[in-house]
Protein backbone atom coordinates (compact mmCIF):
# COMPACT_ATOMS: atom_id res chain seq x y z
CA UNK A 1 0.00 0.00 0.00
CA UNK A 2 3.13 2.42 0.54
CA UNK A 3 3.93 2.26 -3.06
CA UNK A 4 0.78 2.95 -3.87
CA UNK A 5 0.10 5.88 -2.08
CA UNK A 6 -2.33 7.77 -4.37
CA UNK A 7 -4.15 4.62 -5.58
CA UNK A 8 -7.69 4.17 -4.88
CA UNK A 9 -9.82 0.80 -3.59
CA UNK A 10 -11.52 -0.46 -6.42
CA UNK A 11 -14.94 -0.83 -4.34
CA UNK A 12 -15.08 2.94 -5.00
CA UNK A 13 -15.11 2.62 -9.09
CA UNK A 14 -17.98 -0.29 -8.24
CA UNK A 15 -20.21 2.36 -6.37
CA UNK A 16 -20.12 4.83 -8.97
CA UNK A 17 -23.24 4.54 -10.85
CA UNK A 18 -23.24 7.77 -13.16
CA UNK A 19 -22.03 7.89 -17.02
CA UNK A 20 -18.81 8.35 -16.23
CA UNK A 21 -18.29 5.68 -13.53
CA UNK A 22 -19.91 3.48 -15.97
CA UNK A 23 -17.06 4.21 -18.65
CA UNK A 24 -14.32 3.72 -16.09
CA UNK A 25 -15.63 0.41 -15.49
CA UNK A 26 -14.98 -0.81 -18.82
CA UNK A 27 -11.81 0.72 -19.02
CA UNK A 28 -10.73 -1.30 -15.92
CA UNK A 29 -12.14 -4.18 -17.13
CA UNK A 30 -9.49 -5.01 -19.70
CA UNK A 31 -6.69 -4.11 -17.16
CA UNK A 32 -7.92 -5.76 -14.72
CA UNK A 33 -8.69 -9.00 -16.74
CA UNK A 34 -5.20 -9.22 -17.79
CA UNK A 35 -3.57 -8.58 -14.61
CA UNK A 36 -5.53 -11.74 -13.49
CA UNK A 37 -5.07 -13.71 -16.22
CA UNK A 38 -1.57 -13.29 -15.91
CA UNK A 39 -0.91 -13.68 -12.17
CA UNK A 40 -2.76 -17.21 -12.64
CA UNK A 41 -1.71 -18.69 -16.28
CA UNK A 42 1.95 -17.02 -16.49
CA UNK A 43 3.10 -16.36 -13.20
CA UNK A 44 0.96 -19.64 -11.87
CA UNK A 45 0.10 -17.87 -8.96
CA UNK A 46 -3.60 -17.91 -6.97
CA UNK A 47 -4.83 -15.40 -4.63
CA UNK A 48 -6.84 -16.81 -2.39
CA UNK A 49 -8.36 -13.55 -0.56
CA UNK A 50 -8.98 -11.55 -3.67
CA UNK A 51 -11.79 -9.20 -2.84
CA UNK A 52 -12.51 -5.42 -3.81
CA UNK A 53 -11.03 -4.70 -0.48
CA UNK A 54 -8.01 -5.95 -1.68
CA UNK A 55 -7.25 -4.33 -5.48
CA UNK A 56 -6.26 -0.98 -5.77
CA UNK A 57 -6.76 1.44 -8.87
CA UNK A 58 -4.15 4.10 -10.00
CA UNK A 59 -4.17 6.16 -12.87
CA UNK A 60 -1.13 5.82 -15.22
CA UNK A 61 -0.12 7.48 -18.30
CA UNK A 62 0.25 5.16 -21.01
CA UNK A 63 3.82 4.95 -22.50
CA UNK A 64 4.96 3.07 -25.62
CA UNK A 65 8.01 1.49 -23.51
CA UNK A 66 6.01 -0.35 -21.38
CA UNK A 67 6.14 -4.26 -20.93
CA UNK A 68 2.36 -4.59 -22.19
CA UNK A 69 2.41 -2.26 -25.18
CA UNK A 70 2.33 -5.18 -26.84
CA UNK A 71 -1.35 -5.96 -25.26
CA UNK A 72 -2.14 -2.25 -26.37
CA UNK A 73 -1.62 -2.90 -30.33
CA UNK A 74 -4.13 -6.01 -29.61
CA UNK A 75 -7.06 -4.95 -27.41
CA UNK A 76 -9.86 -2.43 -29.00
CA UNK A 77 -12.16 -0.56 -26.90
CA UNK A 78 -15.58 -1.08 -27.07
CA UNK A 79 -15.83 2.34 -29.29
CA UNK A 80 -12.79 1.07 -31.47
CA UNK A 81 -10.34 3.17 -30.38
CA UNK A 82 -6.96 1.51 -29.27
CA UNK A 83 -6.77 1.00 -25.50
CA UNK A 84 -3.72 2.94 -26.16
CA UNK A 85 -5.64 6.22 -26.63
CA UNK A 86 -7.77 5.91 -23.41
CA UNK A 87 -6.51 6.13 -19.59
CA UNK A 88 -4.54 3.33 -17.96
CA UNK A 89 -4.26 1.95 -14.91
CA UNK A 90 -2.17 0.50 -12.93
CA UNK A 91 -3.88 -2.27 -10.78
CA UNK A 92 -2.30 -3.80 -7.23
CA UNK A 93 -3.09 -6.94 -5.74
CA UNK A 94 -3.01 -6.41 -1.80
CA UNK A 95 -2.59 -9.35 1.02
CA UNK A 96 -1.45 -12.29 -0.67
CA UNK A 97 -0.88 -14.20 2.51
CA UNK A 98 -3.30 -16.75 1.16
CA UNK A 99 -2.36 -18.10 -1.69
CA UNK A 100 -1.55 -21.28 -3.38
CA UNK A 101 -0.02 -22.67 -6.96
CA UNK A 102 -1.47 -24.50 -9.94
Known sequence: ??????????S?????????????RREL?????????????????VH???HPG???????ESSPSTLNSWWDNVVWS???RNNADVESYTIAFLDAGIVTTL
Open 12 to 24: EYLLDESATGMSI
Open 1 to 10: EDFMGDSRPI
Open 29 to 45: AGPLLQAFLKIVFMDNF
Open 48 to 50: CDL
Open 54 to 60: NILVRKT
Open 78 to 80: DDG
